[in-house]
């Protein structure tokens, strides 16, 4: 199994995108191999009107990440995974030993040079991108640090933000994406169901489109 540049840990579907769709295309367009491990599927998402039913939404939310996922190159480099696990939305602190586990599991198989998750607070204080940060942290954390992959996580530019939280990480990279602007878009509209979240993203940060920031984390000082 080939070793993967980068992986990206997030909990829903469309979590892989917004932020980092673009990095991904970079990287996927010079051959490397890069992973996206979901941890459930967003089935506690809004419908739009698109669906009736959690179990509705579950379904729909799958396919349209294999649609982004097949927009990004994932689903057709041939060393590049995606791996769908099936946590309840909303609860992924509620099962911290298994996601524990799953994410051990996943960094022993595919040997990531690069992780990518959300920060402390999450990003926007969502539970569940806090608790998929806190296990993959903690993980990390574990690593001989001699072994240990190199730790991103999502970021925002403070003067983005009406009220920062205590925890936030301004970002210390960016990388230029905007040669991939039309497929970053391809692919962030493959989540129709998250269109109110498309629509924030693009009202509230419209750099982050061409210009994806991160945080990467520097070993005993973070």
């Avoid at 806090?130 to 954390?141: C, E, L, N, P």
């Amino acid at each position: 199994m080939a070793r993967l540049t980068l992986l990206v840990i997030v909990p829903h579907p469309d979590d892989e995108t917004f932020g980092s769709g673009g990095t991904l295309l970079s990287l996927l367009a010079r051959g490397d191999a890069c992973g996206v491990l979901t941890l459930t599927q967003g089935e506690a998402g809004k419908t739009l009107g698109l669906c009736d039913t959690k179990a509705d939404l579950s379904v729909l939310r799958q396919e349209e990440l294999r649609a982004c996922l097949d927009v990004l190159g994932v689903l057709t480099h041939p060393d590049s995974v995606h791996e769908q696990h099936h946590y309840p939305d909303g609860a992924v602190a509620a099962h911290r030993a298994e996601v524990t586990q799953v994410i051990q599991d996943a960094l022993n198989r595919h040997r990531p040079e690069i992780i990518l998750t959300f920060p402390p607070d999450g990003l926007n204080g969502h539970p569940d991108h806090v608790a998929t940060h806190q296990v993959v942290k903690s993980v990390w954390d574990e690593l001989p640090v001699e072994s240990r992959p190199t730790l991103w996580y999502y970021a925002l530019n403070r003067e983005w933000l009406d009220d920062p939280s205590p925890l936030h990480l301004q970002p210390n990279r960016v990388h230029d994406v905007s040669a991939f602007i039309t497929q970053k878009l391809r692919a962030m509209g493959c989540h129709r169901s998250q269109g109110l979240t498309l629509a924030n993203t693009l009202r509230r940060f419209p750099e982050r489109v061409t210009h994806e920031p991160f945080y990467e984390v520097v070993a005993g000082r973070d």
